[in-house]
């Protein structure tokens, strides 16, 4: 093999492993985030009130930032892995479908999915409903995070709640 085209593989062959690093990073985050570092309603009822819970000196807001950061550096990743591929790709897909206008018409349904799917949130509102028992005017938060008619616990009381967010 050329010296270039060694070096193109070890390339890839780091980002693979990095991208492997990142995704397992992604997935523990997550998991740390919903099971562990539980929202204020849930944690109000497996601790006592007051507490505040923690892991290696960060919240759960802290690890949400760190799981998005390492959730956009993986996605950049992902891109640069794809270019790289990117003309192995272009044959496999020859190869596989010979008619062009198959191939165009496969791409571009590919591309727009992709573009829907990653940045179609941009362009959406939420779908705002009062919730019951509190007439429609405040939306409240535990600890700022999750809303108290997403508690699944039923014992949580509105004593618990710490932060009243309006809903505008
Ligand atoms: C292997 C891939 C991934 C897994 C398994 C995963 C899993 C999770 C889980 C379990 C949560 C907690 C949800 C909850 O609060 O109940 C979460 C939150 C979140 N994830 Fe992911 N995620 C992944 C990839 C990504 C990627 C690629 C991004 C963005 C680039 C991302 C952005 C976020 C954000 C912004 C949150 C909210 C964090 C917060 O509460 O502050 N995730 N994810």
Same mark, same amino acid.
């Given at each position: 093999?050329?010296?270039?085209?060694v070096?193109?593989?070890?390339?890839?062959?780091? *980002?693979d492993?990095?991208?492997?690093?990142?995704?397992?990073?992604?997935s523990?985050?997550?998991?740390?985030i919903?099971?562990?570092?539980?929202?204020?309603?849930v944690?109000?009822?497996?601790?006592s009130?007051?507490?505040k819970?923690s892991f290696?000196?960060?919240?759960?807001?802290d690890?949400g930032?760190i799981?998005?950061?390492?959730? *956009?550096?993986?996605i950049?990743l992902?891109v640069?892995?794809?270019?790289?591929?990117w003309?192995?790709l272009g044959?496999?897909f020859?190869?596989?479908?010979?008619?062009k206008v198959?191939?165009? *018409? *496969?791409?571009?349904f590919?591309?727009i999915v992709t573009?829907?799917?990653?940045?179609?949130f941009?362009?959406?509102?939420?779908k705002?409903?009062p919730l019951?028992?509190?007439?429609?005017?405040?939306s409240i938060r535990?600890n700022?995070?999750?809303?108290?008619?997403?508690?699944?616990?039923?014992?949580?009381?509105?004593?618990?709640?710490?932060?009243?967010?309006?809903?505008?």
């Open positions: 093999m050329k010296t270039k085209e070096d193109k593989s070890i390339l890839n062959l780091v *980002i492993g990095v991208l492997l690093i990142l995704l397992a990073a992604m523990g985050i997550g998991g740390l919903k099971f562990i570092l539980v929202p204020g309603c944690r109000n009822q497996m601790y009130n007051h507490v819970l290696m000196g960060l919240d759960r807001q690890w930032r799981h998005l950061l390492i959730g *956009i550096i993986f950049v992902m640069v892995h794809i270019v790289l591929h003309r192995m044959c496999l020859r190869k596989w479908i010979d008619n198959w191939r165009v *018409i *496969i791409a571009s590919v591309a573009v829907v799917l990653l940045l179609g941009l362009l959406v509102h939420p705002v409903v019951n028992g509190n007439h429609g005017r405040v535990v700022g995070d999750t809303p108290y008619s997403e508690c699944s616990l039923s014992t949580v009381k509105p004593t618990d709640l710490l932060i009243q967010t309006p809903v505008f």
